[in-house]
C-alpha cells in the first residue's frame, strides 16, 4: 500500500528535505557512472573531459552538516509556462545549488537564480507576487523549525524573524560561515550588482562586508560561468590567516575554482627576509614610486653613436643615426611596455632596411624581414639602445646607488625621501639582498613595466583600506580588463599609509568610476559593544558615520579593572568563563604580550589556537595577536590591556583603530580587563 501522506507540515518539509537529498545522490551516482571512453578523440580532450567531471562531482558534494535548503517561495501566480495558464500559484525550495528529480524538476533551486530574489528581496510594502516566505531552522542537518510570513496578507502583523535572528546569532565553531540563509536586501543588491562595473564597500564591523562580496563571487561565477572561466576570479586577502578563516564559505555555496592570495603573494618576485621602518615603508608604498620606476626602467635608452650595416650576400644596406634616433624616439613616445618596445624595435629596423631593399630592385618578403630584425648588426643596436631589463635587478640598483635613484627621483621625491627610500646597506645581488614587503611591491611595479601583467575577470579585495598606493596598483594591474568588489571600514585602517578615502583608493587601483556603497547595520557585533566602541571613531575616523546593530544583547560588555600583578590571571579566569558558553572564544593581546598568554595558558591547561586554525568542538580558544584579528570573529572575546594594543603601534591613530578593530570581533560577548588607564577616547 502506498504512504499515506502526513498531515504535519514540519513532517512535510523534512521529507521534502530528506527527498532532496537522494535526489542530489542520485545526481552524483550519475556523473560518476559517465563512461568517456568512446567520446574522447585524443588522451587530451581526455583529460579535459575527466577533469570535468571530477569538478562536477565535488561540485555535487553534499555536507551532511549544511542545510540543503533555507527558504521557501509561495508566489501567487505560476512563473513556469506549462503552470501558468491554470492560474494557480507555485511553490519553490531556496537552497545553496540546484538539485531536480529524475524527471528534470527543481526540488532546490539555487540561490542565485532570478526566480530566488524575492525571498532576500520582498517586503510587505513589494512583496513581489508572493504569497508566503518560509524559513527554516536546523540544528546541523536536521531540519527542526519553519517560520512563515504571509506577505499580501494585509492583516498580518510584522514581526521581526526568530529564526534568521537565531541564525545570525548561531556560535562560531570552524571556519567563517556563508550567510546565504541571512541576506538583507541591501546586501542582495551588491551580492547581484552587474559583473561589468566594480563596487567599493564601506562597512563598518558586523556589517557582514566579507561574505557579501564572496556571495557575490559565487553569485557571479552563476551569472557569468563561461566568461570568467575563461579570464579568473581571485579573493585577496591581508594574510593566510584570514584566507584559511574565509577558505570554506564558497565550495559550501558549490564554487570550487576560486583563487586566493594576499598581496605579499602576488608579488612574490623576490624572497622577503627584511623589514623596512614605517617612514621607508611609507614612501616605498607612495604612488609617486611608480613615476621614478618609470624614469628607472627608461634609464638605460639611448641614441645610437653609429649607422646600422646590415650585409645581406654581396649588398650593404646602411640605416644611418638620424634614421634609427626617429624610429627610437618615436618607439620611447608610445604608450607601450618596455619590452613590447624593445621587441618591436629590431622589427622597425628591418623594415626600414627592406624598404632600403625594394628602392635596389629587390621583392624582399616578411621571411626577409624577420631574418634582418635577427642580423647581428640590428641586435647590436638593439643592445645598445634599447638594453633589455631585469626587474629586480633595475630595483636592486635603484634601492642602492645614490646616484642612480637621484637621477631618477629628480623633482619627484626630496633628498631627504630619497635617503629614506635607500636601503641602509646596499644589496649585493637579487638573491642575497634583505628585501621587504614594500620592495616586492617595487618588483611588480618595475615587471609590469616591461612586461604586462595578465588581468582576471574579478577581483575581491577585502580588507582594502590598509593597502598603500604601491599596493592598489598591484592589484589594479590583475584586473584591467575585468571587475572588482573591493571591501574595507576606513576606521580599521592600521598601516601608517592606510588610506584616507575610497575615492583616493579607487583612483590608484584604476577603477575611478566605482560605485561605493555603504554598511552602516550590524548583524554580527551586539549593540552595546558597537556603541561603546564607535567612541573612538571621532578620533580614527571623523567622516564616518556610527555603525547600528540589530541586535539588543544585554550584558554583552564587561570592562573590568584589576590590579597590574592580577591582570594574567584575570585574563585567564574571563577565558573559562567565556568557555562555559557554546561556540569560540578569542583572547586578544597586543602582540608584545601573546609570548606571556601562551605561557600562561599552557602552564594552566587551556588548550589554544592559532589564528586560522579551525576552531573544533575539543579546542574552542584562540590565541589572536592584535595585529591579525582583523576579519576574524569570535562568539566571545576577552581582550587584555588596551593600553597596549594602542601602545604597540607607531602613533596614536593607528593605535586606536587596531583598538577598534579588536573591540569587534565578539558576536556575542566582550570583556576588556585592563590595569593601565584606558584610552581617553573610550570616556
Request: glycine fraction near 8%; hydrophobic fraction near 40%.
Amino acid at each position: 500500500m502506498p504512504a499515506t501522506p502526513t498531515t504535519d507540515p514540519l513532517q512535510r518539509e523534512r521529507d521534502h528535505l530528506a527527498a532532496s537529498r537522494a535526489a542530489l545522490r542520485a545526481m552524483r551516482e550519475d556523473v560518476e557512472s559517465l563512461d568517456i571512453r568512446d567520446v574522447t578523440g585524443t588522451w587530451v580532450t581526455a583529460v579535459i573531459l575527466q577533469n570535468q567531471i571530477e569538478a562536477r562531482i565535488a561540485a555535487l558534494a553534499d555536507l551532511s552538516d549544511t542545510p540543503l535548503f533555507f527558504g521557501r517561495l509561495d508566489y501567487l501566480h505560476a512563473i513556469s509556462e506549462e503552470l501558468s495558464e491554470g492560474g494557480g500559484g507555485e511553490n519553490f525550495y531556496i537552497g545553496r545549488r540546484h538539485v531536480h528529480d529524475a524527471d528534470g524538476d527543481p526540488m532546490v533551486i539555487d540561490w542565485r537564480a532570478p526566480v530566488s530574489q524575492p525571498f532576500y528581496r520582498a517586503s510587505r510594502t513589494d512583496p513581489m507576487d508572493v504569497d508566503r516566505r518560509r524559513r527554516f531552522g536546523y540544528t546541523g542537518g536536521e531540519l527542526t523549525a519553519y517560520e512563515d510570513e504571509h506577505l499580501s496578507d494585509p492583516d498580518e502583523k510584522e514581526t521581526s524573524s526568530a529564526l534568521l535572528a537565531a541564525e545570525i546569532e548561531k556560535p562560531r565553531v570552524g571556519p567563517m560561515r556563508d550567510i546565504v540563509a541571512t541576506i538583507q536586501p541591501e546586501q542582495d543588491e551588491i551580492v547581484r550588482s552587474d559583473i561589468t562595473g566594480t563596487i567599493c564597500v564601506q562597512g563598518a564591523p558586523g556589517t557582514g562586508k566579507t561574505a557579501v562580496g564572496l556571495h557575490r563571487v559565487a553569485y557571479l561565477l552563476y551569472a557569468h560561468r563561461e566568461r570568467l572561466a575563461r579570464t579568473g576570479t581571485l579573493v585577496i586577502g591581508p594574510n593566510n590567516a584570514f584566507l584559511s578563516y574565509i577558505e570554506q564559505v564558497l565550495p559550501a555555496l558549490g564554487e570550487l575554482e576560486v583563487g586566493q592570495a594576499t598581496v605579499q603573494q602576488l608579488v612574490g618576485h623576490v624572497e622577503v627576509r627584511g623589514e623596512d621602518t614605517p617612514e621607508a615603508a611609507r614612501l616605498k608604498g607612495d604612488a609617486r614610486m611608480a613615476e621614478v620606476l618609470r624614469r628607472a626602467v627608461r634609464a638605460g635608452i639611448a641614441l645610437p653613436a653609429e649607422p646600422c650595416v646590415v650585409v645581406r650576400g654581396s649588398r650593404r644596406y646602411r640605416v644611418p643615426v638620424h634614421e634609427l634616433a626617429v624610429i627610437i624616439e618615436e618607439l620611447k613616445a608610445r604608450d607601450v611596455r618596455y619590452g613590447a618596445a624593445g621587441e618591436a624595435l629590431p622589427q622597425r629596423i628591418a623594415h626600414t632596411v627592406l624598404l632600403k631593399m625594394e628602392q635596389s630592385g629587390e621583392a624582399p618578403d616578411d621571411r626577409v624581414q624577420d631574418a634582418v630584425a635577427r642580423n647581428a648588426a640590428v641586435k647590436a643596436v638593439v643592445k645598445e639602445c634599447w638594453p633589455a631589463v631585469d626587474p629586480a635587478k633595475l630595483v636592486l640598483r635603484l634601492l642602492s646607488d645614490p646616484e642612480f635613484l637621484a637621477a631618477c627621483a629628480e623633482g619627484v621625491l626630496t633628498a631627504e625621501e630619497q635617503a629614506a627610500v635607500l636601503w641602509p646597506k646596499p644589496g649585493r645581488s637579487v638573491k642575497t639582498a634583505r628585501w621587504t614587503q614594500a620592495d616586492a611591491v617595487l618588483v611588480d611595479e618595475a615587471t609590469d613595466l616591461v612586461q604586462r601583467t595578465p588581468s582576471l575577470g574579478h577581483v575581491v579585495l577585502d580588507e582594502a583600506q590598509d593597502l598603500s598606493p604601491m599596493q592598489y596598483r598591484a592589484v589594479g594591474r590583475r584586473c584591467t580588463t575585468g571587475s572588482a568588489t573591493v571591501l574595507g571600514d576606513l576606521a580599521q585602517g592600521t598601516t601608517p599609509w592606510a588610506t584616507a578615502s575610497w575615492p583616493e583608493a579607487l583612483h590608484h587601483l584604476g577603477k575611478p568610476e566605482a560605485h561605493i556603497e555603504e554598511l552602516t547595520k550590524g548583524f554580527r557585533v551586539p549593540e552595546e559593544v558597537i556603541v561603546y566602541a564607535s567612541r573612538l571613531l571621532p578620533s580614527i575616523a571623523p567622516g564616518l558615520a556610527p555603525a547600528t546593530s540589530v541586535r539588543e544583547t544585554p550584558g554583552s560588555l564587561a570592562i573590568r579593572e584589576v590590579p597590574a600583578d592580577g591582570l594574567t590571571r584575570a585574563v585567564l579566569d574571563a577565558c573559562r568563563e567565556a568557555l562555559t558558553h557554546e561556540g569560540s572564544t578569542g583572547l586578544i593581546a597586543a602582540d608584545a604580550r601573546v609570548p606571556l598568554f601562551a605561557e600562561a595558558l599552557e602552564a594552566a591547561g587551556l588548550p589554544f589556537l592559532s589564528p586560522g586554525s579551525e576552531t573544533s568542538a575539543d579546542a574552542r580558544l584562540t590565541l589572536v595577536p592584535a595585529s591579525l584579528a582583523k576579519g576574524l570573529e569570535y562568539d566571545y572575546v576577552v581582550l587584555d590591556e588596551p593600553a597596549a594594543v594602542v601602545a604597540g603601534e607607531p602613533d596614536e591613530r593607528t593605535g586606536l583603530r587596531r583598538l577598534y578593530v579588536s573591540l569587534t570581533r565578539a558576536v556575542s560577548g566582550l570583556t576588556v580587563l585592563h590595569a593601565e588607564p584606558l584610552p581617553e577616547q573610550l570616556g
